[in-house]
């Protein structure tokens, strides 16, 4: 992995720490709305939603057994001019709102690289 995306998976890893970290509101897809959109992340809530919480079950059912394996799935599922940086924001985003306990996996990539 190179330098980039080390820093963008710490990044992640970091961000999603903070936003975990953040009082609960009452609707989590808006407040993730909000948050993807901070990162020009845009589409459909209710879709990013839905990604977000898939992401979340494969990790939860060891389809994804990695960080890595999840932004390959993100990847091919994010709007096609997503960025590296994006995806695995979206990532980090997902996991603090929909699945805080998998945060284990954002921090193992970032120590790995």
């Given amino acids: 992995m190179n330098a980039t995306t080390r820093a963008v998976v710490a990044a992640a890893s970091i961000s999603a720490a903070v936003n975990f970290a953040a009082p609960a509101h009452?609707?989590?897809?808006?407040?993730f709305?909000?948050?993807?959109?901070?990162?020009?992340?845009?589409?459909p809530r209710d879709t990013n939603a839905w990604i977000g919480k898939i992401t979340c079950k494969?990790?939860?059912?060891?389809?994804?057994?990695?960080?890595?394996?999840?932004?390959?799935?993100l990847a091919k599922n994010l709007p096609k001019?997503?960025?590296t940086a994006q995806v695995?924001?979206?990532?980090g985003a997902a996991i603090s709102t929909y699945c805080p306990e998998n945060m284990y996996v954002l921090?193992?990539?970032a120590q790995h690289n």
């Fill in 58 to 73: 494969r990790l939860n059912n060891h389809l994804d057994t990695d960080a890595h394996k999840s932004a390959d799935f």
């Fill in 26 to 31: 009452a609707d989590p897809d808006t407040d």
């Fill in 33 to 43: 709305a909000n948050q993807l959109h901070s990162y020009g992340i845009y589409g």
């Fill in 81 to 83: 001019d997503s960025t």
């Fill in 107 to 109: 921090q193992a990539a």
């Fill in 88 to 91: 695995w924001q979206f990532l």
